[in-house]
């Protein structure tokens, strides 16, 4: 990883236009003093992919957890211009709004939006869900799988995950169309950046990083999988048989539960 | 404020006695930090990071420091706002919420601190309303920090710390300028910082000495509020508005600077940018700067020249003398003003330390220091936020707080780089960190953000071996 940048004359010259964010809340009564978690969701979903089942589940587990949507999805505005850098600072705005220092989650590319954030947020902790780092090989792994549905996303166009790469055959039929259907866009210009974005600094205050996903994720091979588990110095935690949306597969408990576990037993995510 | 109970007791149990027979209690490994204003507070945050135990002192019952009205050595005034932009003045892995205007309000500041406090649990480490009042090296590069209530009430109490932050901010000491008569003169006289609200100048007839930030902003309150407003200015200077080009002057600015477009062609620009648009200054009486703009600390007002376009501003020279009923003036005018207001700045004080700890050799109040935070010879001592920025300064005071604490930690893992930047401090004591600037005791710790912040690059970089 690079080293730290200091001078940052971009960023303070043409700051991010700020829009409208939407953050679905569930907070656990009574409080019980545990750090709020942040879900991140890849392009294409909202908020409400994690609302769906991990917000509740957190919440029972005594987690206040937090669901953004990504300007441009789910309920929040969009704006012209959107890039990787709007993204990230929609999550960090959203994390350093939270009242406690938060655990950020980030599936799919909303992982790599997560992991630039950790570089303007020291986050508490950090998981990566089915982490999307970009480069030539995602492009390649799509193209194979869903030919028809990511080509037009090379040339600026919308991408169009199919039930295929997104879920296990376990998922019931109705549910699988229903997110499916919910699917949004990302911006282009943070599509394209997917393939070559901006290089990631280290992380501020060295936050402990869990990547989970699965090894029949049909978005993320295995190695890439394993690339992003290296990159923070562990190994990923599989989940056999699912599908590329571990929070809307059939079997959503499994990962959540083994995510939480692990900030239960990391001292500093206490 | 503070309810915690968890917070460790220092334990009074140790081998050494303080100088006058006291017991000293040993905290270990644990850093002090002195105040808990924003420069204290990032300080606390970054040195927790890095997992070391703080304990911050801070005098007053509130986080904050300066930027909390509450303080009664708070400098703020009911309108005060920044004058740096919001991206040059938040701390940069905590925005100020990007709702927020441009150019927020003192209140809205203090909310962010006291967020910043909350948000990484610094609270149970901060014991409000004690102040220090001696901070002495003890040998093995240790600090015996001496306080008390704040106000002197109850005893003394001795710790002896790892290492100690100085953040104890450069805005709450006035200073106050002597003039020949000013005993016998029988108006209202006050300081800027006792001046809290514009309801003090109503229908007034009312003198503001000094063309800083606040002397201009005061003279534009008084513009709006007092019967007549004359304002004193040493010499004439560059009142930059807040927005050019439509956005925010010191955004532009740093576009600029990004691409490293150099000093002077900054200059031609600024003044070409400024004649076409605020125009010829001396029209309205007032002199011309005798420096180029970036020389002195910059003025962001877009009131200021409205004001005195609209004769509710006289801008005058210097003040010569005073006289029981008048001023008068060195071009041998001679005003009656009610009220005298002295916006002549502060200086920075430092009571706890001796001057020699920080290479003060002469007793000047100019301490000598290295990127403004590091002492020759005291390797476990920093002073965070001593730095009049031509932006906003809690971004650099995270960055030296961050310096502080990786040295702190690379002085455990590797003390050849913690040597290594030792013998540097005590090579470049010193250093200025901006362009050619007038010389006063407002300008001797000016430093230009960009060039100050690539200097703590390096730094950080040498230290971290890359």
């Known amino acids: 990883m690079s080293k730290v940048r200091i001078i940052r004359g971009q960023e303070w010259a043409r700051p991010v236009r700020p829009v409208r964010r939407e953050v679905v809340s569930a907070i656990p009564e009574p409080e019980q003093g545990r750090p709020p978690l942040l879900f991140v969701p890849g392009f294409g979903h909202g908020a409400w992919a994690f609302a769906e089942h991990w917000l509740s589940h957190a919440v029972s587990r005594g987690f206040p957890a937090h669901a953004l949507s990504l300007r441009g999805q789910g309920g929040s505005e969009a704006a012209a211009r959107t890039s990787l850098r709007s993204y990230v600072h929609d999550v960090v705005q959203a994390a350093a709004g939270l009242p406690r220092q938060a655990v950020l989650v980030g ?46 996303a090379a040339f600026g166009g919308r991408l169009r995950l199919s039930r295929a790469q997104l879920f296990s055959r376990e998922l019931p039929d109705a549910e699988a169309r229903r997110y499916v259907s919910a699917l949004g866009r990302a911006s282009r210009r943070a599509q394209w950046q997917l393939l070559s974005g901006p290089e990631l600094e280290p992380p501020v205050g060295d936050p402990p990083v869990l990547v989970l996903g699965s090894p029949d994720d049909r978005v993320v091979p295995p190695a890439a999988l394993n690339r992003v588990a290296r990159r923070y110095g562990s190994a990923p935690l599989l989940f056999p048989g699912m599908g590329h949306d571990l929070m809307l597969d059939a079997r959503w408990r499994e990962p959540v539960d083994a995510l939480l576990d692990w900030l239960e037993k990391e001292p500093v995510a206490r | 404020m503070s309810t915690s109970t968890d917070r460790p007791e220092p334990e009074a149990t140790t081998l050494a006695l303080s100088r006058d027979g006291r017991p000293v209690s040993d905290r270990g490994d644990t850093v002090c930090v002195i105040g808990a204003g924003a420069s204290g507070l990032t300080a606390m945050k970054n040195l927790r990071e890095q997992g070391f135990g703080v304990d911050c002192y801070e005098r007053e019952t509130g986080v904050g420091g300066a930027w909390n009205w509450r303080h009664d050595r708070s400098p703020v005034y009911a309108s005060t706002h920044l004058i740096s932009s919001r991206p040059f003045t938040q701390f940069p892995d905590f925005p100020m919420p990007d709702s927020w205007p441009d150019y927020p309000h003192h209140s809205q500041l203090l909310a962010y601190f006291e967020r910043y406090a909350d948000h990484f649990d610094l609270r149970s480490h901060i014991w409000f309303g004690t102040e220090v009042i001696r901070v002495e090296p003890v040998e093995g590069e240790g600090w015996d920090v001496t306080t008390r209530s704040t106000g002197g009430y109850g005893p003394e109490r001795t710790s002896r710390y790892a290492a100690v932050v100085v953040a104890n901010g450069h805005n709450w000491s006035p200073k106050l300028p002597s003039y020949e008569g000013l005993e016998e003169y029988r108006g209202e006289v006050m300081h800027a910082s006792s001046y809290k609200d514009p309801a003090q100048l109503r ?24 019967s007549q407003c004359w304002h004193s200015t ?8 807040k927005y050019v080009l439509g956005r925010p002057a010191d955004q532009v600015n740093d576009a600029l600077l990004a691409l490293r477009v150099p000093l002077r062609m900054r200059q031609w620009l600024y003044h070409s940018t400024l004649r076409l648009t605020v125009g010829d200054l001396t029209r309205f009486g007032l002199p011309k700067p005798d420096h180029r703009v970036y020389e002195t600390h910059p003025i962001a007002n877009s009131q200021l020249v409205y004001h005195v376009g609209h004769g509710a501003i006289t801008p005058v020279p210097d003040v010569a003398r005073f006289s029981p009923y008048g001023v008068q003036l060195t071009d041998g005018r001679q005003i009656e003003p009610e009220l005298v207001v002295f916006a002549t700045g502060y200086l920075p004080r430092f009571d706890f330390l001796d001057p020699l700890v920080l290479g003060d050799d002469s007793g000047t109040g100019r301490p000598n220091l290295w990127l403004n935070a590091f002492a020759p010879g005291h390797p476990t001592l920093a002073v965070v936020g001593l730095l009049q920025p031509d932006s906003g300064l809690f971004t650099l005071a995270h960055w030296q707080a961050v310096l502080f604490a990786r040295l702190l930690q690379l002085r455990r ?22 362009g050619p600037v007038k010389d006063s005791t407002r300008h001797w710790f000016e430093v230009g953000h960009v060039e100050y912040l690539r200097a703590v690059q390096r730094a950080l970089d040498s230290l971290e071996g890359k």
């Open chain 2, 234 to 241: 040493r010499r004439g200077y560059w009142y930059a508005p």
């Open chain 2, 413 to 434: 893992t590797h003390p050849d780089r913690a040597a290594a930047f030792a013998a540097t401090v005590q090579a470049r004591a010193g250093e200025r960190y901006s």
């Open chain 2, 203 to 226: 229908g007034k007839r009312v003198l503001v000495v000094g063309a800083g930030n606040t002397g201009c902003d005061i003279a534009v309150e008084a513009a709006q509020q007092a």
């Open chain 1, 107 to 152: 599936h799919g590319a909303g992982a790599l939006v997560v992991a630039h954030a950790l570089a303007r947020y020291p986050a508490r902790a950090a998981v990566l869900v089915s982490p999307v780092f970009g480069g030539w090989g995602t492009l390649g792994a799509a193209l194979r799988r869903n030919p028809a549905g990511t080509l037009p």
